[in-house]
């Protein structure tokens, strides 16, 4: 991760007479340092930047999941696809800018990502039959990978930036929040969605039970996974790159492509356990 202080800079004419060298932190125009280039930023940089993400999305997890439950998720999820949206395609201008506007930005990053975690369990609560949660949840949390997969390679906050209005746009298009409201949900499959479940499972409620859900060993458990199983991604995503540029010393294409392969295989390995856990009770 660099730093840009000289993005912006332009370099109007040369003639044949000018040398231009790198020596040290500096490029050199005829023997004289006139202009630094990008400067790494420092590990306490780069920690605080991660920080920054992580802390956001746990503050941020609670109120979502308490706007899903009143609300529902459609618009409340727009509304996080959208800070997101704006925050990704800012962050480039930010950290031009300074740490205190680059660490913000990232702040709004990890605020917008802290919904993805109660829309996949509303998601999965609406949509999923009471035979198909763990292929759900199987599939709607691949999207950490598949992002980093796809995007890795090529640039990823540019990406991000262009293709989230569409996919945000085919979410409110597509997504209600019951089947029954659906227009392309026949009787078929909403018997099929709705079979088995309570009336408290079907409708929304403004309670959640926190007391009983903190206190439920079996809860507890899967928070437990769900943790080692987040670290595990994360720790690989954030760091692998640096690894594979800075210890194997790869190119930037190659870095990018080969710190997507791990996610990428991480994909099958979950939807097949996913699978498994519907299929094994």
């Not at 609300?71 to 727009?78: D, E, K, N, Q, T």
């Not at 079907?202 to 206190?215: D, N, V």
Request: proline letters at 5%; aromatic letters at 14%.
């Amino acid at each position: 991760m660099k730093r840009p202080n000289w993005e912006n800079t332009t370099l109007l004419s040369i003639n044949s007479s000018t040398k231009i060298k790198e020596e040290g932190p500096f490029v050199v125009f005829n023997e004289t340092h006139i202009m630094p280039k990008n400067v790494p930023y420092t590990q306490s940089e780069k920690a605080q930047l991660q920080y920054a993400v992580g802390i956001a999305s746990i503050i941020s997890t609670f109120p979502f999941s308490m706007l899903y439950t009143k609300f529902g998720a459609r618009f409340v999820f727009l509304s996080a696809g959208i800070l997101s949206t704006i925050s990704t395609a800012l962050l480039p201008f930010a950290a031009s800018k300074g740490m205190i506007a680059f660490t913000f930005i990232r702040l709004l990053q990890g605020f917008a990502y802290g919904a993805n975690f109660a829309a996949i369990g509303f998601v999965c609560h609406r949509w999923a039959t009471l035979q198909q949660h763990g292929f759900f949840l199987a599939c709607m949390t691949t999207f950490t990978s598949l992002s980093v997969t796809l995007t890795n390679p090529v640039a990823a906050f540019v990406i991000h930036a262009l293709v989230s209005p569409i996919l945000f746009g085919f979410w409110l298009f597509l997504y209600t929040d019951h089947p029954d409201t659906h227009p392309c949900v026949s009787q078929r499959e909403k018997d099929q969605i709705l079979s088995g479940k309570t009336e408290a499972e079907i409708g929304i409620s403004g309670f959640m039970p926190y007391r009983a859900i903190l206190s439920n060993k079996t809860v507890l458990i899967v928070w437990l996974n769900s943790f080692a199983d987040i670290v595990t991604a994360v720790f690989l995503i954030t760091y692998l790159p640096t690894y594979v540029s800075k210890v194997l010393r790869y190119g930037v294409r190659e870095t990018g492509i080969w710190s997507a392969v791990p996610a990428l295989l991480h994909i099958p390995v979950k939807i097949g356990s996913g699978w498994l856990a519907d299929n094994m009770r």
